[in-house]
């Protein structure tokens, strides 16, 4: 016990000696994340709300958020490496692919289930398809919808460590070579990622109290839960969505 | 441990050290069946089974765990809000990062693996037992008292049945989810599916990147469908409520 200590102590000590190295990698890592993250909410989220709105899709939505789940991250940015060869890009892209389930379902789900009468109400009161969306269903959606962009960012965070077997740098090159590092350069850049993941989490969450109306902010501190896992970081019910078999 | 220095596509000609190779396999072409005949008994049908072996196990321990954790609270809501927060920091951290931050007191074995596939079944569960049992309707609970039943015989007999679709659901996403982080598994020990594709990329063999890739979604998706037959199985109320 007192040896695997004295790694920890060890892997605390690389982290400070090659602090240079540790941000050089800390920043490809974000910058990876960042991309990858950026894409999927770009492809994904218009395509979320717009399904919902229309409460259309439910059949694609719970089964992407389903088929996301079976996809190990290893095997996509694998497979990736194959079709795309080496590089920033290809593991870029396989991250894309693994952020859009939780982000699409999260966002259809969230939309699809507010609650018609506000919405009936709102036509009532003469606002456009347009203002129904920015209005009304972005607003009431926007717990629901953060908890899939959180469950995305942290999964692409911490997958981006792997990226590293497929040439997209980042802080898995330290953890991967252990040959060149050794185990405390290795468990030290363990503990960067891990301190990045929950990080990126808290961050998002910040992001969304920022966004969240202040009327709405008693309400969405209840949080919701990432109807793809069931999980919320606080204490709530899963939502109904994992129930239906898909 | 396996030596991985990133892949070593581009420099010069690949050639994979598996089997005698055909033409398909020096060239690298996208897919070759040969090569999957030739090694499917050797090293295809090995990490397979290894991988059902891993997943099995830390399903069945994660969900001992969580079992138990979720009676607990169910009575004692005081543990709830301390195992919550324990359950979801770990299941924050990175799967490579939390098998190496294990690796100094573990070592590279199976048990680090375990240990760490369990962590992440155990936020899943949890939740989803816990809310199960919560999710029975007062009333029911009241017939129950008023038809005399104990507290235990009502854990048994009312609260437990019921939670079966809340836990089923739970089930399928820890089942499917640890089969996909056990692929990293394979950093640590030559196991399961993920080893052949470490050692692949590390070739930028195309075959075998694809077929063992391939194996790992069709297991999760397998998995997935038979938890979905369980579940109908163990509920047969909700089916005859489904036919009506």
């Known amino acids: 016990m007192t040896a695997s200590l004295t790694v920890f102590g060890d892997a605390l000590e690389f982290v400070v000696d090659e602090r ?8 490809e890592h974000l910058l990876l994340s960042g991309a990858a993250m950026a894409i999927a ?7 979320g709300l717009w399904l919902g709105h229309r409460h259309r899709g439910s059949f694609l939505a719970v089964n992407v958020a389903n088929l996301g789940r079976a996809l190990p991250s290893l095997a996509v940015i694998a497979v990736g490496f194959v079709f795309l060869g080496v590089g920033f890009w290809s593991v870029a892209l396989a991250l894309v692919v693994l952020a859009i389930p939780p982000i699409l379902t999260n966002a259809y ?6 609650q018609a009468d506000a919405v009936e109400a709102a036509r009532g009161m003469g606002m456009t398809d347009r ?14 919808i953060f908890a899939g962009i959180r469950t995305a960012t942290v999964f692409v965070v911490a997958t981006a460590t792997i990226a590293a077997v497929a040439g997209g740098g980042g802080l898995g090159d330290i953890i991967v070579n252990q040959a060149g590092y050794g185990l405390e350069g290795v468990v030290g850049a363990a503990i960067c990622v891990s301190v990045l993941a929950l990080a990126a989490d808290g961050a998002v969450g910040l992001l969304q109290r920022a966004l969240t109306p202040a009327g709405l902010r008693v309400e969405s501190r209840a949080f919701e839960a990432d109807v793809t896992t069931g999980v919320s970081r606080r204490s709530r019910p899963m939502s109904k969505v994992d129930e239906q078999p898909g | 441990m396996i ?11 690949v050639i994979p050290d598996f089997g005698e190779g055909s033409d398909c396999v020096v060239e690298n072409r996208l897919f070759c069946p040969d090569w999957v005949r030739d090694n499917w008994s050797g090293t295809l049908q090995p990490a397979l089974l290894e991988h059902v072996k891993l997943t099995i196990m830390a399903v069945a321990i994660g969900f001992v765990i969580s079992f138990g954790a979720a ?24 799967s490579l990062a939390l098998f190496q931050l294990l690796v100094p007191i573990t070592g590279l074995t ?10 992440y079944t155990l936020l899943i569960l949890y939740r989803n037992i816990l809310e199960g049992l ?6 029911v609970l009241e017939a129950a008292r008023g038809m005399g039943l104990t507290r235990r015989q009502t854990l048994w007999r009312i609260e437990l049945p019921l939670a079966v679709p809340a836990t089923m659901a739970g089930l399928r996403v820890a089942v499917v989810s640890t089969i996909a982080l056990a692929t990293v598994a394979a950093l640590v020990i030559p196991q399961g599916l993920g080893y052949p594709i470490f050692i692949a990329l590390r070739e930028a063999f195309k075959t075998e990147i694809l077929v063992a890739g391939a194996l790992a979604v069709g297991l999760a998706l397998v998995a997935d469908a038979l938890l979905v037959v369980a579940e109908r199985a163990l509920t047969p109320w909700n089916r005859s409520r489904r036919a009506a």
């Open chain 1, 20 to 27: 240079r190295l540790i941000l050089q990698k800390t920043w």
């Open chain 2, 71 to 94: 009676l607990l609270t169910h009575r004692l809501r005081l543990f709830e809000k301390p195992l919550v927060v324990f359950a979801a920091i770990v299941y924050t951290i990175p």
């Open chain 2, 110 to 119: 199976t048990a680090t693996v375990e240990v760490a596939l369990v962590g």
């Open chain 1, 41 to 47: 909410l770009v492809i994904a989220l218009p395509l």
């Open chain 2, 3 to 13: 030596p991985l220095g990133g892949p070593v596509a581009g420099q010069g000609p």
């Open chain 1, 109 to 114: 789900v969230a939309v699809d289930s507010v």
């Open chain 1, 131 to 144: 203002q129904v969306i920015t209005r009304i269903e972005l607003p009431l959606a926007l717990p629901l």
């Open chain 2, 134 to 139: 919560r999710s029975v309707p007062p009333d």
